[in-house]
């Protein structure tokens, strides 16, 4: 308790407070200094309950952002190891290093909760596997 602040209007001891069955406490606050006293009601129950289950909700919504915006990351990632792979056949550069990254890529694709986005990501993978079937092709 804060000090200067008396809940019920008792001096020195501790002082009851009502409770009614619908879990409210209902409590006369007088501050020392004179100021007028107010009557407050609180639910105590609830904010716990609340709590708990905003607390659930938010962590299933922050899992699912993380993992689309892991899937985002790869998804990103593959398209740039397909652009430099196009750009090292161009310029006639030996691309095994970049096939390499896209091998590895390819086979460690993470799901994405937005149907959308795993879409997106499957034609991605597709796209980098057909390349990298048809560089084994010509190579053996």
Do not use: Y
């Not at 804060?2 to 501790?14: D, L």
């Not at 609180?42 to 699912?64: K, N, Y």
């Amino acid at each position: 308790m804060v000090e200067g602040v008396k809940a019920g209007g008792g001096v020195g001891g501790p002082t009851q407070v009502a409770h009614d069955a619908t879990g409210t406490t209902d409590a006369l606050f007088i501050v020392s200094d004179g100021a007028v006293a107010l009557t407050q009601s609180v639910r105590v129950s609830s904010v716990a309950d609340i709590g708990l289950e905003t607390m659930l909700a938010l962590q299933a919504v922050e899992e699912e952002t993380e993992r689309d915006r892991t899937a985002r990351k790869h998804g990103a990632t593959m398209l740039a190891a397909l652009t430099h792979l196009q750009r090292a056949m161009l310029a006639g550069r030996d691309p095994s290093s970049v096939l390499r990254v896209l091998t590895e890529l390819a086979a460690n694709t993470p799901n994405a909760d937005d149907p959308g986005l795993g879409a997106i990501l499957r034609a991605v993978v597709l796209r980098s596997r057909v390349e990298l079937a048809r560089r084994e092709h010509q190579e053996g």
